[in-house]
């Protein structure tokens, strides 16, 4: 059992150290898109300062805390503070042993790890070689992106939306004919209470079943046409959106029970101004330039290396 449970920890160790080396591997596989550099990565300094050795090889500051900067902030938040770095340290340790072993061993000389090594390499020079030669090259000027928002107005529109705040009786498919009876006299219940003047949202955190918006007086939020269908059905989204402003429906019978609702906001779709369509544009225009851009290089390559394909397919 000691064995064993010093084996897991050992496993933890690698795992957790390889998280390191994860947000470039996958960068790699994304495509050109995906190797932009996000808005303002903090670099951290590549220093050659050394932390620790393990036999012949040196631990530095910069190959310690560098891959940091590639990290979500909320990743990174756990290894910026003296315990976080300490243990960013001994795992690295913890990895050069690791590793020496297995050179020692000749591990990396063994067909399948010495194919997933060259496949990992493969991945991060052909990451550096594309953002080199293809990504970096790409530009999208501001008359490009408003050329583009002038021949395609009609796509660039704020889809109308509305806020409802509903009440919901459950009474499904399957409950007999006079629970959904019952379930539906609740609701005619309350709908007569709210004509007489009590406030919807009061009501709906006492009465309403709906477990997603009880809570909130009925508050769906903002939604547009089709987002809440699989919720609470068609019917339901009927009246959101041909009730006027401040109307109450009648009690209607949606998914899984019977329903109210009232009409708190509605927002009528909008043509959107190039301002805000433009980091959109900016995106689209990129990743089209870059497909292009990365097409024609391969076509390039492939009159510099030889390219002859050996089997039609895979069978």
Known sequence: MKVLKKTKQMIVVVCATALLIVPAALQAQQGPAAMQAPAKVEKAPASNKVLATVGKDKITEGSIFAPLATMPPQFRSRYETPEGKTKLIERAIQMSLLSQEARRLNIDKKEDIALRIKEMVDQFIS????????VDKITVTE??????????????????KVR?????????????????DQKKTLAEQALARVKKGEDFEALAKEVSEDTRTKSRGGNTGLFARGKRTDLYGDVFE?????????AVSDVFQ?????????????KPQEKETFEEAKPRIERTL????QLTALNSYLEGL??????KMLDA???
């Not at 008359?143 to 109308?160: G, I, P, R, V, Y």
């Not at 009927?238 to 401040?246: C, E, N, R």
């Not at 990129?286 to 330039?289: G, H, S």
């Open 313 to 315: 397919g895979v069978k």
């Open 254 to 266: 949606g998914n899984d029970g019977y329903y109210i609702l009232k009409v708190m906001e509605k």
């Open 127 to 134: 990451q550096a070689l594309t953002k080199q030669e293809v």
């Open 286 to 289: 990129k990743n089209e330039k």
């Open 302 to 307: 492939k009159k510099r290396y030889t390219v």
């Open 164 to 180: 409802v705040c509903l009440m919901m009786f459950a009474a499904r498919d399957n409950d007999t004919q006079q629970v959904k």
């Open 238 to 246: 009927q009246k959101a959106f041909s009730l006027p402003l401040d």
């Open 143 to 160: 008359a490009d992106m408003l050329q583009h928002f002038n021949q395609n107005k009609d796509s660039f529109t704020k889809e109308e």
